[in-house]
């Protein structure tokens, strides 16, 4: 009578047990969501902000942006820089040389394209001529805000004139280069440097550095820019 008293007994306590150890491995699992949940905040909390040192010696700090995103003025500077790097040529910064270093700067389709261009811009000195006298100084007037276009993609607008000056033309004439400019994000740049690189290699990697490239550009009135593909 006693052992059977015990065997019951013990049967009434098997189905709390099971209770007990259902609730206890439930609240462990609420309990490991809420911290997942909770570091994912403070991580979101601690990470928005990242120290970039400028060789200026300052330091600020900036939000992160995913690879599909840049921040407005980085795509102006980028082009600026960009159309002054390649379209600003002398005796000592001869145009050959600056296309070599640069047209990776542009998309691979659209760097014949460009340097065709290049070459109607200034017919009586084809760009190939590494002896040419004078200089050709490319002057940016305005650049526009950049327009998102797609993911990863802006239009801005530029007027600019490129200056040349000889020996025959001191007062020098201007050509103007009023154009739609279309711009990529891209995961990687495509300029390296050479083991002794040159002042214009150095201009050309530090703009590679933004990880953007332009693929397309157009006359300032071209409605389809946006549209065509080269």
Same mark, same amino acid.
């Given at each position: 009578?006693?052992?059977?008293?015990?065997?019951?007994?013990?049967?009434? @306590?098997?189905?709390?047990?099971?209770?007990?150890?259902?609730?206890?491995?439930?609240?462990?699992?609420?309990?490991?969501?809420?911290?997942?949940?909770?570091?994912?905040?403070?991580?979101?909390?601690?990470?928005?902000?990242?120290?970039?040192?400028?060789?200026?010696?300052?330091?600020?700090?900036?939000?992160?942006?995913?690879?599909?995103?840049?921040?407005?003025?980085?795509?102006?500077?980028?082009?600026?820089?960009?159309?002054?790097?390649?379209?600003?040529?002398?005796?000592?910064?001869?145009?050959?040389?600056?296309?070599?270093?640069?047209?990776?700067?542009?998309?691979?389709?659209?760097?014949?394209?460009?340097?065709?261009?290049?070459?109607?811009?200034?017919?009586?000195?084809?760009?190939?001529?590494?002896?040419?006298?004078?200089?050709?100084?490319?002057?940016?007037?305005?650049?526009?805000?950049?327009?998102?276009?797609?993911?990863?993609?802006?239009?801005?607008?530029?007027?600019?004139?490129?200056?040349?000056?000889?020996?025959?033309?001191?007062?020098?004439?201007?050509?103007?280069?009023?154009?739609?400019?279309?711009?990529?994000?891209?995961?990687?740049?495509?300029?390296?440097?050479?083991?002794?690189?040159?002042?214009?290699?150095?201009?050309?990697?530090?703009?590679?550095?933004?990880?953007?490239? @332009?693929?397309?550009?157009?006359?300032?009135?071209?409605?389809?820019?946006?549209?065509?593909?080269?």
């Amino acid at each position: 009578m006693q052992l059977l008293k015990s065997e019951t007994k013990k049967n009434s @306590i098997l189905p709390l047990l099971a209770v007990g150890t259902f609730g206890l491995h439930l609240l462990t699992l609420l309990l490991l969501m809420f911290h997942g949940s909770m570091l994912e905040l403070l991580n979101r909390r601690l990470t928005p902000r990242s120290l970039v040192q400028l060789v200026n010696g300052n330091a600020i700090t900036v939000d992160p942006k995913s690879s599909a995103e840049r921040y407005p003025e980085t795509i102006r500077r980028f082009v600026g820089e960009t159309m002054t790097l390649m379209l600003t040529w002398s005796s000592q910064q001869p145009p050959a040389a600056i296309w070599e270093s640069s047209s990776s700067l542009l998309a691979s389709n659209l760097q014949s394209k460009f340097l065709t261009e290049i070459n109607n811009l200034n017919l009586t000195q084809q760009f190939g001529n590494t002896n040419r006298s004078g200089e050709h100084i490319f002057i940016v007037e305005r650049i526009s805000q950049p327009t998102p276009i797609g993911e990863g993609k802006w239009q801005v607008e530029m007027l600019a004139h490129q200056l040349i000056f000889n020996n025959s033309d001191n007062l020098g004439r201007s050509i103007p280069f009023n154009k739609q400019i279309l711009v990529q994000a891209i995961d990687e740049s495509a300029i390296s440097l050479p083991n002794t690189p040159l002042p214009w290699h150095l201009a050309a990697y530090r703009l590679g550095e933004a990880r953007l490239e @332009i693929y397309n550009i157009c006359d300032i009135e071209d409605k389809n820019c946006s549209t065509k593909s080269n």
